[in-house]
C-alpha cells in the first residue's frame, strides 16, 4: 500500500448528528476530572472537529465484571455527556479464547446496564485485512520482520527491566525475504510458534513494550467471526491502536495497566503516518475489596465448583450481580460516586452496598418473611377464624399503597426474636413480655412448649384485640416490633443468604499468592428451606425485588419453578459485616 495513501486512511471525521460546536478558548475545567478536562480543551481547540467518540472494546473471553461497569459507564456516559457517540468493539484477536457466547452475554450485559451503541458495533477481525497491509506497509518501511525465535527464545533475547535485550538473528534480514515470509505465514505454510512478525524498534528500550514487540504469531485455529480464513492473528497491541483510528476513535480510554502500551501505540500510528490519531488515556480501575475480579480466578472457581457458574450471585460479574438483586442504577450510581482518576486504589465494597440499599429503599415492596420459623398459637383467638390487615406496601412511596395479609390463630416468627431467657438489652418476645406484631396486635408470650429433645416447639400467647393495627388506646408502646406470618396462609420457600465470598480484604495479596482460595469464607452461602412467606409472594415474578421486612433485600431468583419460590439476599438492610469484622479483630 502506497504510503500516500497510508496518510489518508484515517477514519474521515464523522460529525456526530448535534455535535455541539468548539466551546470557548479558555473552558473552565475546574472541579471536572481530568479526562473531562482533555475533552473541554480539545473542543475548545477544535481538535477532532468537536466530536467526541469514545469506544467500549470488550475481548469476548468472558463475563463482564463491576470493573467493566466503570469503563461502560465512562465512555458511554461521557459520548452521552458531549452529544457524541461509543462504539461497543469486540477485540477478539484471539481465537483461542473467544466465543460467539460471550459475545452475545457482553452485548446483553451493557444493554442491561442502560446503553445502546445504535450501529456502531465491530469487531477487532472486520480489520484483518487492512491491519495486514498495514503490517506490510512497515515491513516495506524497514520498521517490521519477520523472526523464527520461538516463544521462550524471544523472552529470553529481551532481557529483563535490568538487562538490555539481544537482537534477534532475523532482525536486519532484507525487506524482499520478510515480505515473502510474512505471505508464507498467512499462506499457512508455518506451524504455530514457529515464526512471528515483529516490530524493529529499540532492543535496549527502557519500557520492555517496545523491544520488537509481537505484531503477528502463527495459529492455526478457527475463528468465531473469521471462520478458517485466517491462520495469523494480529496481538492485542497491535490491533487495539489501529482499529481506533480506523473507526475514528477521538479519546481512547483505558485503565492504567495499559499505560506502557501507550507508547508502543502512538509509535505504530507515527509509523503509519496517520493524520491526528486517537490519544490513549488511562484511569485507575476498579478495585473493591473482598473481591477479585480476575477472569482466569473466577474460572478457577467456577472448575472447582466453589460456585456455581459466571452467574453466582457471589460474583462481581454482571450475570451474578444481576442475579442477586443489583440494579443498574444502583451500578450507575456506585460508578459514578468512586469517580475517575489516575491513582490505584481499592474501594470499599460497602460503598457498593449502600448504594444498592439506597436504591432498593425507595423502590422496593415490603413483604414479610421468617426465615428460621418457630411456631406461636394465640389461645385467646378464635379458632378456625382469620382476617385481614392492611400493610404498608413501602413507606418511603407513599403511591405503593398498601396490601392485605392474612392473620389467624397460629402464626409463625423467627426462632432469633424469642429468648426463654434474655440479657438485659434483649427486648424481643421472652416469658411474661408484650411485643408488637407488625401491622397487627400486642402479643403476650404465657408458655413456653418443649419437645423430648428439649427444644423449643411452640410459644403460646394472649394478643390484646384493642391493639389492632399495632397501636393500644392506653398509650402503652412495646420495645420491640415483630414480623411474622399466618401459619394457615404462608407458602413455603427456599432463600439463599448470600455474603462476601473471601473473609480478607485482598485475597490476592503476597502471602495467599499460591493458594488464594485459603481465603475463601464459608459462610458465604447458608440455604434455608423451611422459610415461611406471606402469600401475595406467590405472585412475584423472577427476579423481582422485595424487601423483607427486619431482614434485608431479596430477589426473586430466575431459576425459580412454579409453586416452588426461591429468594436470593440481595443485601442487607445495614451494614452488619464491618460489626462481625470488629468482633474478629
Known amino acids: 500500500m502506497a504510503a500516500a495513501s497510508e496518510r489518508n486512511v484515517r477514519a474521515e471525521s464523522k460529525q456526530a448528528a448535534g455535535v455541539n460546536s468548539p466551546a470557548d478558548a479558555t473552558p473552565d475545567t475546574s472541579g471536572k476530572d481530568f479526562i473531562r478536562a482533555r475533552i473541554e480543551r480539545d473542543r475548545a481547540a477544535g481538535r477532532y472537529g468537536g466530536r467526541v467518540e469514545t469506544r467500549f472494546p470488550p475481548e469476548p473471553n468472558g463475563y463482564l465484571h463491576v470493573g467493566h461497569v466503570k469503563a461502560i459507564v465512562l465512555n458511554f456516559g461521557l459520548a452521552d455527556e458531549y452529544r457524541g457517540v461509543t462504539h461497543l468493539r469486540f477485540d477478539d484477536t484471539n481465537p483461542l479464547t473467544e466465543e460467539t457466547g460471550y459475545v452475545e452475554s457482553i452485548k446483553q450485559d451493557i444493554h442491561w446496564i442502560g446503553y445502546d451503541w445504535g450501529d456502531r458495533i465491530h469487531f477487532a477481525s472486520d480489520y484483518f485485512e487492512r491491519l495486514y497491509d498495514w503490517a506490510v506497509f512497515l515491513i516495506r518501511k524497514g520498521v517490521a520482520y519477520v523472526c523464527h525465535l520461538t516463544e521462550e527464545q524471544i523472552r529470553e533475547y529481551r532481557g529483563t527491566v535490568k538487562q538490555p535485550g539481544r537482537p534477534s538473528p532475523w532482525r536486519d534480514r532484507p525487506v524482499e525475504e520478510s515480505l515473502r515470509e510474512f505471505e508464507r505465514m498467512r499462506r499457512g505454510e508455518y506451524a504455530d510458534g514457529e515464526a ?73 500510528t507515527e509509523q503509519l503516518e496517520l493524520v491526528d490519531p486517537p490519544k490513549q488515556y488511562e484511569f485507575a480501575r476498579l478495585n473493591l475489596n473482598y473481591t477479585v475480579m480476575s477472569k482466569r480466578k473466577l474460572l478457577e472457581m467456577i472448575r472447582n465448583g466453589i460456585v456455581s457458574g459466571w452467574d453466582d450471585p457471589r460474583l462481581p460479574t454482571i450475570r451474578g450481580m444481576r442475579r442477586r438483586g443489583y440494579t443498574p442504577e444502583a451500578l450507575r450510581t456506585f460508578v459514578e460516586r468512586v469517580g475517575v482518576s489516575k491513582a490505584n486504589s481499592i474501594v470499599d465494597v460497602g460503598m457498593l452496598e449502600w448504594a444498592i440499599r439506597e436504591d432498593l429503599n425507595y423502590r422496593a415492596p415490603r413483604r414479610m418473611a421468617v426465615l428460621d420459623p418457630l411456631k406461636v398459637t394465640i389461645t385467646n383467638y378464635p379458632e378456625g377464624e382469620s382476617e385481614l390487615l392492611d400493610a404498608v406496601n413501602n413507606p418511603e412511596d407513599e403511591s405503593a399503597g398498601t396490601r392485605e395479609v392474612p392473620f389467624s390463630r397460629e402464626l409463625f416468627i423467627e426462632r432469633a426474636d424469642f429468648m426463654e431467657d434474655p440479657p438485659r438489652k434483649f427486648y424481643r418476645l421472652a416469658p411474661g413480655r408484650e411485643v408488637r406484631l407488625r401491622y397487627a396486635y400486642f402479643l403476650t408470650c404465657d408458655e413456653v412448649v418443649k419437645n423430648e429433645a428439649g427444644e ?107 409453586d416452588a419460590p426461591v429468594f436470593n439476599r440481595t443485601v442487607t438492610l445495614r451494614d452488619t459485616w464491618a460489626r462481625i469484622q470488629k468482633k474478629r479483630k
Open 196 to 268: 512471528t512478525l515483529r516490530a524493529k524498534i529499540d532492543i535496549a528500550a527502557p519500557n520492555m513494550k517496545m523491544r520488537d514487540p509481537l505484531m503477528y504469531r502463527v495459529r492455526h485455529a478457527s475463528h468465531h467471526n473469521t471462520g478458517d480464513r485466517w491462520c495469523i492473528y494480529p496481538m492485542y497491541d497491535w490491533a487495539h491502536g489501529q482499529s481506533d483510528a480506523i473507526e475514528g476513535i477521538t479519546h481512547s480510554l483505558c485503565t492504567l495497566e495499559f499505560e506502557n502500551n501507550r507508547e508502543l501505540y502512538d509509535w505504530f
Open 456 to 562: 423449643i416447639a411452640e410459644l403460646r400467647c394472649t394478643y390484646d384485640p384493642a391493639t389492632r393495627g399495632g397501636d393500644a388506646p392506653d398509650g402503652r408502646k412495646p420495645k420491640a416490633t415483630l414480623h411474622w406470618v399466618s401459619a394457615a396462609h404462608a407458602i413455603s420457600g427456599e432463600v439463599r443468604l448470600y455474603d462476601r465470598l473471601f473473609q480478607v480484604e485482598n485475597p490476592l495479596a503476597a502471602r495467599y499468592r499460591d493458594d488464594f482460595m485459603q481465603t475463601l469464607n464459608p459462610d458465604s452461602l447458608q440455604v434455608l428451606r423451611d422459610a415461611r412467606l406471606e402469600p401475595s409472594l406467590a405472585e412475584m415474578e423472577p427476579g423481582e425485588i422485595c424487601q423483607f421486612e427486619r431482614k434485608g433485600y431479596f430477589c426473586m431468583d430466575p431459576d425459580t419453578e412454579p
